[in-house]
């Protein structure tokens, strides 16, 4: 949300400029702030759109979005899974049995059914729905 701010205050800054040196019509100030903001764009414009996506879809899925939300990352939701559960005692991460034999691919699942995916720029991740 941050980076996405910096990112959009910067678009409107360049944009202001622009249109500013339109308005007194100076035409070098207005070349010139042509000329930033499409560098700006090249440089930044799809982590801008990107980052837009993202907002639109976790403030979808995740009530609390805006104050900051954890997203997991598909391929590590079964390791996310097992220290979920030592962090709030379920287990105890000491123990060898039965900790060594839970199907912790099973667990993630179910843990699962209380999250939404989310992609960003093609891979996936888990928010607390």
């Not at 400029?17 to 930033?36: C, F, G, H, P, Q």
């Not at 930044?44 to 997203?71: I, Q, V």
């Amino acid at each position: 949300i941050q980076r996405l701010e910096e990112l959009e205050q910067e678009r409107e800054a360049l944009v202001t400029a622009m249109d500013d040196a339109e308005i007194e019509e100076d035409e070098d100030a207005y070349v010139r702030s042509k000329a930033a903001f499409a560098d700006w764009v090249e440089d930044n414009e799809h982590e801008l759109h990107t980052l837009r996506r993202l907002n639109t879809e976790g403030s979808y899925y995740a009530p609390d979005w805006e104050y900051g939300e954890t997203m997991i990352r598909d391929s590590y939701f079964e390791d996310y899974a097992q220290e979920l559960a030592e962090d709030i005692g379920a287990i105890n991460r000491d123990a060898r049995w039965p900790n060594n034999c839970i199907d912790w691919e099973q667990a993630a699942r179910e843990l699962q059914m209380d999250y939404s995916s989310i992609d960003f720029d093609g891979v996936t991740y888990w928010v607390r729905s």
